[in-house]
């Protein structure tokens, strides 16, 4: 493995070291160890089934690893749940869409807010003083949010109502309403057409540019990775084979034979 | 032509998330509000209170209860009576064992204990969804009632087994007992459901109610966002279930004035709730109240004009009463999950741009 890339603390977002996942007798993920650094996009490819997926689910807390080890700005991460992890700004989208349906776009991305929300019962149930005022600054966060994805004609719809697109870009939406540090998107892109593609390729250049944030990026279309991504780890039967540039990876001989199928 | 909004234009996020959309909304919701509150208790008889108003309004919080569990949250509960009879039996104990209390805080105090026994029935939550969780909860039905009716302490080792209401009164106007003033059980009744619906509207737009909804629509998505599902759900199994208590001990203390747990909290009644936010609409605060007139209006309705105008049997129309009511709940099922809530929402979405079609 490549360990010379291996790291300036100062400015290692996260670091995955040696991370093996099982399932039963199915290894997920073996050994694999990467890192994202602080405002880079980080694309993962691999052919399907390859544990890219389930690397994301590691990142989040949904899956824990039999063995390995997650830091995440400069500390050794313990055993967190899911929602714990979320308010150490881990947002993430999911490859088949989640989600909440039978809520507006609006109610989506002021629950993605989740983890600002302080206020108690009491509060909440009289609608007064903090659970009001949190309501309205967390909105104006949210109506940023939604005018730089141009969603603002469907905000008050409910999402269940979207064309499949929409969705997509409703799902970055919430994820982005956390305001992320490290932004996980598991194929963004997948499923949509051209118009939809450049449009989704624009917003997740521009969060990383403007706002810093760490992209870790699924996404199976080579021109979009070749596009977007800073440095590349390719992962194929749950095992890191390459990492580097993107133009590194697009000639490593291990990735042309895992994408053509070369037994090895 | 009439409904509309135009001319109305939101100029802050506070006015953007207000309950009302539209101002005829508003309107319509003081004009109810006043006919409720200035009008009806100075019409209301013996007959309206009892065989219409009381029960209407202790149903619709106990469907304000249900519908939090199940349409916001997504747990299904079928323990809504044992949940009831909990708010029964508190209040009764704390009627008689502290006579001085106020009825307005036994009662209240009744749905604080519902609560803390919802959260214990809530627990399985945590492990189990739907069916199972339904089955689960169907269990502490039947064990609550069981409870009620096997401990003698609960009602006071009556001869009958009945409990019985002592009378209390609020500001010196008599609220329970069997010398109570059809106006006084009426208003008592209707501040707690108003009271409650303001409260459940709160809380539902705000963030425990996201977190609710977030938990039913995908609680994958939800945990990852930072909904503690844990929390989640065992907040909605306490809210809802000080919602129930409180109903059941309207329902006992100020409706009835004398239960028997098998009778009056058995699991019809759970059914019974559960068909009112179905019909009325899941996820729904109107809902509610509109699937509670609904299940106590129509056998009343239907009786009197089966049994009272063309003369039939009583069993029969009973009967009739059966299938209709089970024929709807499929129908609402299949069609229109959101219910008659939601039938009167897209009626509105129509109004608005008629005559215009687009
Ligand atoms: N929850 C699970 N239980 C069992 N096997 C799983 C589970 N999640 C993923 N896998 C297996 O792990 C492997 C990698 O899956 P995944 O991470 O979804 O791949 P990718 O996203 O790269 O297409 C697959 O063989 C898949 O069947
Ligand atoms: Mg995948």
Redo the contacts between chains.
């Keep these: 493995m490549n360990e010379t890339e291996v790291t300036d603390k100062v400015d290692t977002l996260m670091d995955i070291k040696k991370v093996t996942l099982r399932f039963g007798g199915v290894k997920a993920l073996s050994d694999v160890s990467f890192n994202i650094k602080e405002s880079e996009i980080r694309a993962i490819i691999g052919p399907n089934g390859a544990g890219k997926s389930s690397m994301l689910n590691v990142i989040?807390?949904?899956y824990t690893p039999q063995e390995g080890e997650i830091w995440f700005q400069g500390k050794r991460r313990p055993k967190l749940?899911?929602?714990q992890?979320?308010?150490q700004r881990i947002?993430?989208t999911?490859q088949n869409i989640?989600?909440?349906?039978?809520?507006t776009v609006l109610?989506n991305m002021?629950?993605?807010r989740?983890?600002y929300?302080k206020?108690g019962?009491l509060p909440?149930?009289?609608?007064w003083g903090k659970?009001?005022r949190?309501?309205?600054e967390n909105?104006?966060i949210v109506?940023r949010i939604i005018d730089f994805l141009e969603i603002q004609h469907i905000r008050k719809t409910p999402v269940g109502m979207l064309p499949y697109g929409l969705q997509k870009r409703v799902e970055l939406g919430?994820a982005l309403a956390?305001e992320p540090k490290l932004l996980l998107l598991d194929e963004p892109m997948a499923g949509m057409n051209n118009e939809e593609k450049e449009d989704m390729c624009r917003f997740i250049l521009d969060v990383n540019e403007e706002l810093g944030t760490s992209i870790a990026l699924i996404e199976h279309d080579m021109g979009v990775v070749m596009d977007l991504a800073d440095r590349v780890v390719v992962i194929d039967h749950g095992e890191k084979i390459a990492d580097g540039l993107p133009d590194q990876v697009r000639n490593d001989q291990n990735v042309i034979d895992a994408y053509l199928g070369v037994a090895h | 032509m009439f409904y509309r909004e135009v001319g109305e234009f939101k100029t802050?996020?506070?006015q953007?998330?207000e309950s009302f959309a539209i101002g005829l909304d508003k309107y319509g919701y003081y004009f109810i509000l006043i006919i409720a509150f200035g009008i009806i208790p100075f019409l209301v008889n013996d007959y309206w209170a009892n065989a219409v108003f009381v029960p209407f309004l202790v149903w619709a919080v106990a469907s304000l209860g249900l519908n939090i569990l199940t349409g916001h949250c997504g747990q299904i509960s079928l323990g809504t009576g044992g949940f009831m009879a909990v708010g029964a039996y508190s209040c009764y104990k704390l009627m008689t064992s502290f006579p001085d209390l106020n009825i307005i805080f036994c009662i209240i105090i009744s749905g604080v204990i519902t609560a803390a026994v919802g959260i214990l029935f809530g627990i399985p939550s945590l492990r189990i969804k739907g069916f199972y969780l339904a089955v689960a909860t169907l269990a502490s039905q039947f064990f609550l009632v069981w409870l009620f009716n096997r401990v003698p302490w609960f009602y006071n080792y009556s001869a009958s087994g009945q409990i019985s209401t002592p009378e209390r009164s609020v500001f010196g106007v008599l609220v329970t007992g069997p010398n109570v003033q059809p106006w006084a059980q009426y208003l008592i009744c209707l501040l707690f459901a108003f009271g409650l619906a303001w409260?459940a509207r709160?809380?539902t737009?705000?963030?425990?109610g996201?977190?609710w909804?977030?938990t039913?629509?995908?609680d994958?998505?939800?945990?990852?966002?930072?909904?503690?599902?844990l929390k989640a759900k065992l907040?909605a199994f306490a809210i809802s279930s000080f919602y129930i208590g409180i109903a059941g001990a309207l329902f006992f203390s100020v409706y009835l004035g004398a239960v028997e747990a098998t009778e009056a909290f058995g699991i019809n009644q759970s059914f019974l709730v559960l068909f009112m936010i179905i019909i009325g609409g899941l996820?729904s605060i109107l809902g509610s109240f509109i699937g509670a007139a609904f299940m106590v209006l129509f056998p009343v309705l239907l009786k009197n004009i089966l049994v009272g105008w063309w003369q039939w049997d009583a069993a029969i129309a009973t009967h009739l009463e059966f299938i209709s009511v089970g024929i709807l709940i499929i129908v609402f099922l299949i069609f229109e999950p959101h219910g008659l809530a939601q039938l009167w929402r897209l009626l509105k979405q129509k109004l608005r741009l008629w005559p215009y079609p687009h």
């Design positions: 989040n807390g949904f749940k899911p929602h992890i979320a308010y947002a993430r999911f989640a989600l909440f349906e039978g809520m109610d002021m629950t993605g989740m983890i929300m206020s019962l909440q149930l009289l609608w659970a009001e949190e309501e309205t909105r104006m109506e919430r956390a | 802050s996020y506070p953007d998330s409260g709160n809380l737009r705000g963030s425990l996201r977190s909804m977030a039913r629509d995908m994958i998505a939800a945990e990852i966002i930072g909904v503690n599902l907040s996820g």
